[in-house]
């Protein structure tokens, strides 16, 4: 008789172990699919083996040389978990995950200020190896350590980088918008000009639908409060040294109007400051203006130019010094020549001497004088 173990497969009873419900189940025919696993036969030892045990094949007679089977089992655990970073990139996958998620699976942000918003498993590298499982917040946009010990086992490359981002592309209406106005009395449900009788009816204290103008946008609805310190009830400078310095990174802009009046540095587009540092910064220029062959030929003008004013000054210099040489006589030197020194009858006097070699400026003798000691 058949019985529900007997018909369990190894991906459904891998999925179902402890520490193991982030995973989605992957379908066989795209475990069979060798475009799927391209390049994972060089990162999985076993392959054969482990590709057997992950699609429940009768092993071959040849596996009885593997001398341990846990080895093979660590093997199909890679093999499936890389084939699953993979799965949950195609449609399929990210529905299976979509299900998961909206049933809270995964947890929730730990992060008081976002109100219990769900999370989804990622990865901090794409390799295996290097680091577990973690868990990405959209609302806060940071990333946290899952709060049981039980899925520290759990490799961050089995989900990967892009899951997680991918994720809320897909499904905007999962994503919290990116801009969050706060409400003028966020303690009462009474607010201005309404009367204290009209909160006791249940349209009054139901919220305004929210919608997002922009439909590539979070259309839900952000937690965008921040923890504000207060010491004896006065607010912390922002000054102080243990001041909230890094709020900012939380911050969202109250409008979706705010997010048209920024460019693409992050700058206000109206704002005159930064017109004026453009206008005086030159060399801050687009990119699509920049010619990297346009500069180096600049660059080698430049040095041309320069070269030459040095090569004018340079000549400018002697042309003063053979000016002011020219201009100063110099005194006749007497020369007392030795009795071995045999010299040119047409040479009568030689002007200078210098490291012992002697030249005529007249006509056509030279004498050439060597010191003897």
Known sequence: SSTPTSTLTWISWFCSLPGHEYFCEVSEDFIEDDF?????????????????????VEPDEDSSKIPDVSIVEA????????????????????????????????GVCPRV?????????????????????????????????????????????????TFAHLFFQSYRELAPAPFYKPSSSPGSSMSPG???????GSSSSRPSPFIN??????????????????????KVSERAKTGPRMQWLRVRPESPEELDMVDWR???????????EEDIDEDDRLMEDFDAETVEDDEEEEEEEEEEEEEEGGSRRHLIRGEQYADSPRPPTPIHLPSSAR????????PHIEDNVVTSGRATGRVKVVRQY
């Not at 093997?75 to 993979?86: I, M, P």
């Open 343 to 350: 010299t040119s009858p047409t040479s009568i006097a030689v």
């Open 213 to 234: 103008p922009n439909p590539h946008g979070g259309q839900k609805r952000p937690a965008g409060h921040l923890y504000q310190p207060r010491i004896y009830g006065f």
């Open 113 to 161: 200020y976002c109100m219990g918003c769900n999370v989804v498993p990622s990865g901090r590298s794409d390799l295996p190896g290097l680091d577990t499982v973690k868990l990405f917040c959209p609302n806060c946009n940071d990333i946290y350590a899952p709060p049981s010990s039980r899925f520290q086992g759990v490799d961050g490359a089995f989900f990967g980088t």
């Open 36 to 56: 799927n696993l391209t390049g994972l036969n060089a990162m999985v030892p076993f392959w054969k083996e482990a590709m057997e045990m992950v699609l429940d």
């Open 266 to 276: 992050g700058r206000w587009i109206d704002d005159e400051e930064y017109d004026e």
């Open 194 to 200: 309404r009367s204290p009788h009209s909160g006791s």
């Open 75 to 106: 093997s199909a655990e890679l093999l499936y978990g890389l084939v699953h970073q993979r799965y949950i990139l195609t449609r399929a996958g990210l529905q299976a995950m979509v299900d998961k998620y909206e049933n809270a699976l995964f």
